[in-house]
């Protein structure tokens, strides 16, 4: 009996990912736990590995494939002294997965029905809608969405997909040609154009249709890139956490003198490795992360998470840490992060921030969090504000620091200052608490011997 391979979902909120890269072909035998293809998810690369041992019969999604959703037939192993090339996969690749929903944000675009079992001709779930005519329009989720991003109504475009489904393709060739559709609304904001004054026309409204915001330059002076899978979830999290969220801030002055000399202390006494390197290098940021751990030990109340019925109460104090990587971001989690010594979250975000450049850090090492902490200060940022990004419910943002003049016992001092600027979740924590939590991180900051005691 043949075995279907299925797309895995590679953490608990994965709904669809891409097949990067296929590491068989049809005929190889494999054996259980050997890697058979990559498959990307918004922020990783992750391996699959075979379950069962059997010969490839037949690879039903091609790599490169996007928006396969989880779950999915992707190919098909036959058992030992089957023939493979006699295995049906007429019912792949869908047959046999679940219907899954499509995310919220499509599902104020556009109605949706229970899908209906696919042909082996393409890998993505089909979605209903209707026409003008009243007419069901069957298309994939992927394609819906690329639809909806650029304003362009699916019901007009041509379907190339079992029973005239639209797919993926279908919407790019009319973006491509330039026949884009606009929807209703957007076609009245169009037809209302030219009675604009000038002046007015000359700025990019939100929420105005792609082909308008692109009427506006010159083809020549400009490179088009599609968003990626990580772009597309920064963008989707951050407008609905910015749309969501009623965020406070609060920014603290911290004195960086004692943590400074500290940090060389420390350092300086090192132990060397076997190469003769030093066994660590300890970062400012090493000490603030450990310093917002411990500020919301001291401020448990504020150690939450927010949810529709409940605050979360966390028991430990697990601080994501921004990494930035080629056109997109990364928050890698330092997990129970108070309990951890400075050398150890040094060790922690070294390794994490690498493989994250890469890609090729899992999802629970990212995902969750009840904290994080944003530091710009080695750009010469002197202070800003950060989006909170739920589950969590408060981020700080760390300014560069620099020495400025300050008063100290009545007379004029120079110390080494730098800005931490909260962003709080007021759904989850009052200004009050807000302000506590702020003044416990400036005391671990400004004593930072009490973080290793």
Known sequence: MSIDITMPALSPTMEEGNLAKWLVKEGDTV?????????????????????DEGTVAKIVVSEGTEGVKVNSVIAVLAEEGEDASAVDVSEAPEAKA???????????EATRETPKPA?????????????????????????????????LDIATVSGSGPRGRIVKADVDAVLAGGATALSSQAASKESAAPSQAPAAASAAPQGMADDAVLALFDEA???????????????????????????YFVTMDCELDALLALRKQMNDAAPKNADDKPAYKLSVNDFIVKAMALALKAVPMANVSWTSTDRIYHKHADVGVAV??????????????????????SAEIKDMAGRARDKKLKPEEYQGGCTAVSNLGMFGVKEF???????????VSIGIGE???????????????????????????????????????KGFVENPMSMLV
């Open 31 to 51: 054996a259980a736990g050997d890697v058979i293809a990559e498959i990307e998810t918004d922020k990783a690369t992750m391996e699959v590995e075979a379950v």
């Open 98 to 108: 679940a219907p899954e929903p499509e995310p919220q944000a499509e599902s104020q």
């Open 119 to 151: 042909s082996t001709a393409a890998p993505e779930t089909p979605a209903a809608s209707v026409n003008s005519d009243g007419e069901r329009v069957f298309a994939s989720p992927l394609a819906r969405r690329i639809a909806t991003q650029n304003d």
């Open 221 to 247: 002076a400009y490179d088009k890139k599609r968003h990626d899978g990580m772009r597309r979830v920064i963008a989707e999290r951050l407008t609905q956490s910015a749309q969501t969220v009623p965020a």
């Open 324 to 345: 930035a990587v080629e056109d997109g971001l990364f928050t890698p989690i330092v997990r129970k992060a108070e309990q951890k010594t400075m050398s150890v979250i």
């Open 385 to 395: 504000t950060s989006i909170i990004n739920p589950p969590h419910a408060s981020i």
């Open 403 to 441: 020495q400025r003049p300050v008063v100290k016992d009545g007379a004029l001092a120079i110390a080494t200052v730098m800005a931490a600027t909260f962003a709080f979740d007021h759904r989850a924590i009052d200004g009050a608490l807000g302000a506590e939590l702020a003044a416990a991180f």
